[in-house]
T-cell receptor, first 115, second 111 residues
Framework: SQTIHQWPATLVQPVGSPLSLECTVE??????LYWYRQAAGRGLQLLFY??????ISSEVPQNLSASRPQDRQFILSSKKLLLSDSGFYLC??????????????FGEGSWLTVV | AQSVAQPEDQVNVAEGNPLTVKCTYS??????LFWYVQYPNRGLQFLLK??????LVKGSYGFEAEFNKSQTSFHLKKPSALVSDSALYFC?????????FGKGTTLSVSS
């Protein structure tokens, strides 16, 4: 069966510091991978998605970036955090394909507080 | 552009009563619609989805959803609510490779 791991679960970072959140998926090949952000416990905002190694699509211009160095690894980064980057970050995966009604499965999330 | 709307921020229901969480959609083409649930400080869990076929979709934990094309709705339902159903519920629509989510509805079930 497929599993998704996301870490760290919680972190507190000062303004201007770098960020690295990691996500790995097991039990599948060539998955679609996603980063979503949830602010104030409400709606989810799609940040990045990837359909393959080195292929990253950005949905929202900001000081965050994503990379996919391996087939089942997805990393969210920032060089300098802003207070507005605080939130709950969710990594997710789905089977490959577009417009196929594929279910997206989420990790347990990472709480980021920028102080 | 694909979008979904959840008109209620909160739904309150007594345990044992039926519950409905509303969702309407706007899509071009065939709608692929989803419901997810989120418990506090946790990731989202998939409940059910509509791709095609029967308008009544059955999912996890006794939930079901009714797809209504004429009303562009996809409401989540359960015949008898449990206190443990209290959580945040999201409706979503497929847009290309990703899902676009509604703002969420908090369901509160009282004992």
């Amino acid at each position: 069966s497929q599993t998704i791991h996301q870490w760290p679960a919680t972190l507190v970072q000062p303004v201007g510091s770098p960020l690295s959140l990691e996500c790995t998926v097991e039990g599948t090949s060539n998955p679609n991978l996603y980063w979503y952000r949830q602010a104030a416990g409400r709606g989810l905002q799609l940040l990045f998605y990837s359909v393959g190694i080195g292929q990253i699509s950005s949905e929202v211009p900001q000081n965050l970036s994503a990379s996919r160095p391996q087939d089942r690894q997805f990393i969210l980064s920032s060089k300098k955090l802003l207070l507005s980057d605080s939130g709950f970050y969710l990594c997710a995966w789905s089977n490959p394909g577009r417009g196929a009604g594929n279910t997206i499965y989420f990790g347990e999330g990472s709480w980021l507080t920028v102080v | 552009a694909q979008s979904v709307a959840q008109p209620e921020d909160q739904v309150n229901v007594a345990e044992g009563n039926p519950l409905t969480v509303k969702c309407t959609y706007s899509v071009s083409g065939n709608p692929y619609l989803f419901w997810y649930v989120q418990y506090p400080n946790r990731g989202l869990q998939f409940l059910l989805k509509y791709i095609t076929g029967d308008n009544l979709v059955k999912g996890s934990y006794g939930f079901e959803a009714e797809f209504n094309k004429s009303q562009t709705s996809f409401h989540l339902k359960k015949p008898s609510a449990l206190v443990s159903d209290s959580a945040l519920y999201f409706c979503a629509v497929e847009a290309g490779t990703a899902l676009i989510f509604g703002k969420g509805t908090t369901l509160s079930v009282s004992s």
